[in-house]
């Protein structure tokens, strides 16, 4: 079993950096892990993930150019780096383990859902 917890969420200006953290309990030895996301109005979307196997990471066509995912397997936490923001990225940022790093893992399709989720951190991007 693994708890996922996310932090690093609040208000920031536009054109700010953000760092969100995903803090897991319990190994994630062998899991991928994704980052997410469900802004106002909008269905959850993925963003970008990261292979356990050689740490090769995967962004989704239109998250390519501001986010980055990495992990340091010491502390048991995968980040998000969110530049460049913009009043369009307010929303609730969620983490996910255990799951398929590709496109059909972010775009969960059936069959190829992430298996454990944290409770997710708001992000407000405001002037």
């Known amino acids: 079993q693994v708890q996922l917890v996310e932090s690093g969420g609040g208000l920031v200006q536009p054109g700010g950096t953000l760092r969100l953290s995903c803090a897991a309990s319990?190994?994630?030895?062998?899991?991928?892990i994704g980052w997410f996301r469900q802004t106002p109005g909008k269905e959850r979307e993925g963003i970008t993930c990261?292979?356990?196997?050689?740490?090769?990471?995967y962004n989704a066509d239109s998250m390519r150019d501001r986010f980055a995912i990495s992990r340091d397997n010491g502390k048991n936490t995968v980040y998000l780096q969110i530049r460049s923001l913009k009043p369009e990225d307010t929303g609730v940022y969620y983490c996910?383990?255990?799951?398929?790093?590709?496109?059909?893992?972010?775009?969960?399709?059936?069959?190829?859902?992430?298996?454990?989720w944290g409770q997710g951190t708001q992000v407000a991007v405001s002037s």
């Open positions: 990261i292979r356990t196997i050689d740490d090769s990471t």
């Open positions: 996910a383990a255990d799951g398929p790093c590709g496109a059909d893992g972010l775009a969960m399709r059936p069959g190829w859902a992430f298996r454990y």
């Open positions: 319990g190994s994630l030895d062998r899991m991928s």
